[in-house]
């Protein structure tokens, strides 16, 4: 069964950084290299959306809201994947969210204050 365990979420001031990680377990490095991989966010009071989806070819999409500003990575030999956000501001306050194809990590709280 996998399992996904985001870290590096905190607090931070307008114009900031954080790299989120999430680490999945229980999955072999074939199905992991082959997922379709992505980042999740929900703001208090509003739905889930989108960061970022990445394909098992490398195709990386992500939502207007963040292109230039965030990076998504992974590592396929430690089976984890990185956010790196970088220009945060108080509107990507949100809970983050790592999902590998139906699976869901349980998220970490990103906070971003003047």
């Known amino acids: 069964q996998v399992q996904l365990a985001e870290s590096g979420g905190g607090s931070v001031q307008t114009g900031g950084s954080l790299r989120l990680s999430c680490a999945a377990s229980?999955?072999?490095?074939?199905?992991?290299?082959?997922?379709?991989v992505g980042w999740f966010r929900q703001a208090p009071g509003k739905q889930r959306t989108l960061v970022a989806l990445?394909?098992?070819?490398?195709?990386?999409n992500y939502s207007d809201s963040v292109k230039g500003r965030f990076t998504f990575s992974r590592d396929n030999d430690e089976r984890t994947l990185y956010l790196q956000m970088n220009r945060l501001s108080t509107d990507d306050t949100a809970v983050y969210y790592c999902?590998?194809?139906?699976?869901w990590g349980p998220g970490t709280q990103v906070t971003v204050s003047t």
């Open positions: 999902t590998l194809d139906s699976d």
């Open positions: 229980g999955i072999s490095f074939t199905n992991f290299f082959l997922a379709s």
């Open positions: 990445m394909r098992s070819t490398g195709t990386t």
